[in-house]
């Protein structure tokens, strides 16, 4: 079928199936990667595919390295001494050591590769904004910075905020195999930019003192299938875990009930599709993509087809697609673009964050799905502000219809998305700016001997 029907359409406009899945899946608080809130929000997404009638639902368990937060301080001597060690001031990054260090603060400001470059920052508590400079080219992301701290020597990472609202950030730092190797927290924009001030007046000593736990864990990717048993698959994701601090409503609650909407929408035309889809949610994203690592390790991924990824969808209605340079995904989104007269900005960037990557960079045709932002960098996510009352359902229902429709578009047995060579992803990843970054992050995924792979 090349369209997808209209009572489908209206169906989708009229549902308040994702929406009611968000609010139970809000309502768990805590939804950490290992943690009792993600099983339980995982058994939420099961039931949800149970009773939309999909097929094969189940869920794998598997172990990852888990973080559990403690107490996190930043004692601040500049003239008399300054305490930060509330939620709204401070907050310890998931992943980060233990760990009581005393330092000079050193401003990094935006934390670009070049301003390590320039400044020795070994043995001091580097302040690093989650700002990325406007026309810069890339994102720089904060594992990228925390790694440049750690391979310039750092004592300690300060990740500043640059929203205002006493909002400090989140986000991981771990290691693949445990924690990282120096401490971390988040500050608020506001605490940043005091000590942003701190150190232009003089020289700045601090106390950063963290207590939490790191050890071994569960945590579980959630899927199940609707469509012809066919040797190829297409993949429609989300992740399922999001950061304890705050509700993880969009980050990435709305990803997570649009898998299983799209679910829902597809089993009434389940007859039509002609390549079987796969609703898969993955597990621990948030400190290390690990859920689709494991998939990928487990599976023949000659038979997917491709992999259509929500994660940062719910910023609007209008749909933002990253092709990875997949021409065949973008014109199926094309497609839908001109059969629905809706706007679809589609962009054939490299995107290596999230979990369409662990399947990109081995040459299986990916791309990110995400919503048109109009703020610079997450907005709420990663922050106490990931709250539901940020959400509109109607954003939901837009969305909807443009992913299920680009998702049966990509089903047509007569729409080919050929792999690529790895050599290929590669080269696109440098000649994108990525290299050095992922390097200093730790994330680099691609040996010299990959170069000469034509297949994966």
């Known amino acids: 079928m090349d369209t997808l029907p209209t009572a489908i359409v209206g169906d989708a406009y009229t549902s308040s199936h994702h929406w009611n899945l968000l609010c139970d899946l809000v309502d768990l608080d805590n939804r950490m990667a290992g943690q009792e809130g993600e099983a339980e929000g995982a058994q939420l997404v099961k039931d949800a595919f149970d009773s939309y009638g999909l097929r094969d639902a189940s869920i794998t368990e598997f172990e990852i390295p888990g973080w559990w937060r403690g107490s996190s301080s930043l004692t601040v001597e500049h003239e008399r001494t300054h305490a930060f060690d509330a ?52 994102w720089i992301h904060r594992g990228e910075k925390y790694g440049a701290a750690v391979r310039g020597g750092a004592a300690g990472f300060l990740f500043r905020n640059h929203l205002d609202g006493n909002l400090p950030p989140t986000g991981s730092v771990g290691n693949e195999d445990g924690p990282g190797d120096i401490p971390a927290i988040g500050v608020s924009k506001e605490v940043g930019k005091r000590l942003v001030r701190y150190c232009e007046d003089s020289e700045t000593r601090a106390r950063l003192a963290i207590d939490c736990r790191n050890e071994r864990t569960t945590t579980r990717n959630i899927e199940a299938v609707v469509g012809p ?7 429609v994701t989300a992740h399922i875990d999001a950061h304890d601090i705050g509700e993880g409503a969009n980050d990435n609650g709305v990803g997570t009930v649009l898998v299983t909407e799209i679910g829902r929408l597809l089993m009434q035309i389940a007859d039509d599709i002609e390549t079987r889809v796969r609703c898969l949610v993955f597990g621990a994203e948030e400190v290390g993509l690990y859920g689709a690592y494991e998939w990928t390790e487990t599976h023949d991924l000659a038979r997917v087809k491709c992999i259509i990824n929500l994660d940062g969808a719910g910023y609007s209605r209008t749909a933002d697609i990253y092709t990875h340079g997949y021409d065949a995904i973008g014109e199926a989104f094309t497609a839908v673009q001109d059969e ?42 990663h922050t106490h502000g990931d709250t539901l009352d940020k959400l509109d359902v109607r954003d939901l229902r837009d969305l909807s219809v443009v992913f299920t429709a680009g998702i049966l578009e990509l089903a047509r047995a007569d729409r080919e998305i050929p792999h690529k060579p790895v050599s290929e992803i590669r080269a696109a990843t440098i000649e994108q700016d990525y290299e050095a970054g992922m390097r200093n992050a730790g994330t680099w995924p691609f040996e010299e001997t990959n170069t000469t792979e034509d297949d994966d």
């Open 87 to 138: 939620q709204h001031e401070t907050v310890a990054l998931p992943g980060t050591p233990s760990g009581d260090v005393t330092a000079e603060i050193i401003d990094i400001g935006h934390g670009l590769p070049e301003d390590f470059q320039t400044t020795d920052v070994a043995g001091k508590l580097v302040l690093a904004s989650s700002l990325t400079p406007d026309g810069y080219g890339r």
């Open 229 to 235: 048993e066919t040797d190829e698959e297409v993949l």
């Open 340 to 381: 629905f007269g809706v706007p679809v900005e589609i962009s054939s960037d490299i995107r290596p964050h999230s979990d369409h990557w662990p399947f990109v960079q081995r040459g299986v045709p990916g791309a990110q799905g995400r919503s048109v932002a109009d703020d610079s960098g997450r907005g709420w996510g």
